[in-house]
């Protein structure tokens, strides 16, 4: 079964408990959603391989460590997943980024797939598929359905607020995915939202209704 790693860190708590706020706007909720995403790239990225690396100090030669393999991938689920993007950048400036586009049919809440773009031998690299939203799980199964019929197998998610509902059915349907996740709540609505959740994450980032 893939890990779970619900975040522990006190100012990923703090962050989440700010943007949760109904009265927090759009520019404030965007800049505090990459900066959770920097700090959660931060968690998801401590078991990359390492290589050693011949280097030259001011002062003598020495062996460091350095990344091994392809750069890695950040792939968006759209439209909501876009708004991580700049936070897991910010910590890995050189990874490539791809994009899935999918949105949930309000009445049905499956998933409708109109958009996958990704980077090249995206086989090769370490994938991190990003939405702030894990609700039915819908969408981020569906997601990393797409990239297992390219290939592509190394995948990590990561997601802001998670509901239970939607863990379970990642981990039945996706065991090999390692999940990271800023904050487990309590459920679902009648509706498909996540309570307490933060409301419609694509909207409070984009500012649109
Ligand atoms: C939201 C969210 C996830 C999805 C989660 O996207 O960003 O992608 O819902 O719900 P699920 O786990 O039940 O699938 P939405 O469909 O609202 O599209 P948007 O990002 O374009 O706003
Ligand atoms: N998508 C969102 O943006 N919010 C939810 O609570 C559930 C799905």
Redesign the pocket.
């Known amino acids: 079964m893939g890990k779970i790693h619900v975040m522990d860190h006190p100012l990923i708590a703090h962050k989440i408990s700010y943007i949760r706020r109904a009265d927090v706007g759009t520019k404030e909720f965007r800049e505090v959603i990459n900066e959770i995403a920097q700090l959660m790239c931060y968690e998801a990225t401590r078991d990359l391989k390492l290589k050693d690396v011949k280097i030259r100090t001011p002062i003598a030669e020495t062996v460091g460590k350095e990344l091994a393999g392809r750069k890695p991938a950040i792939i968006p689920?759209?439209?909501?997943?876009v708004g991580m993007v700049d936070g897991m950048l910010s910590l890995m400036p050189a990874a490539k980024v791809g994009h899935i586009g999918?949105?949930?049919d309000p009445e049905t809440?499956e998933?409708v797939e109109y958009y996958c773009k990704l980077p090249s031998d995206c086989e090769e690299r370490d994938v991190f598929v990003v939405?702030?939203?894990?609700?039915?799980?819908?969408?981020?199964?569906?997601?990393i359905r797409m990239l297992k019929e390219k290939g592509v197998n190394n995948i990590r998610f990561l997601c802001i607020i998670a509901?239970p509902e939607?863990v379970e059915?990642m981990q039945k349907e996706h065991p090999d995915v390692e999940l990271y996740i800023g904050a487990l709540d309590e459920k679902?609505n009648d509706h498909?939202y996540i309570v307490p959740g933060l409301g419609?994450?694509?909207?409070r980032i984009?500012g649109?209704k």
């Not at 939405?131 to 569906?142: K, R, V, W």
């Open positions: 689920i759209l439209r909501a997943g999918l949105y949930r809440l998933p939405d702030p939203m894990l609700a039915t799980g819908g969408s981020s199964t569906a997601a509901a939607g059915r679902l498909g419609d994450a694509g909207d984009f649109t």
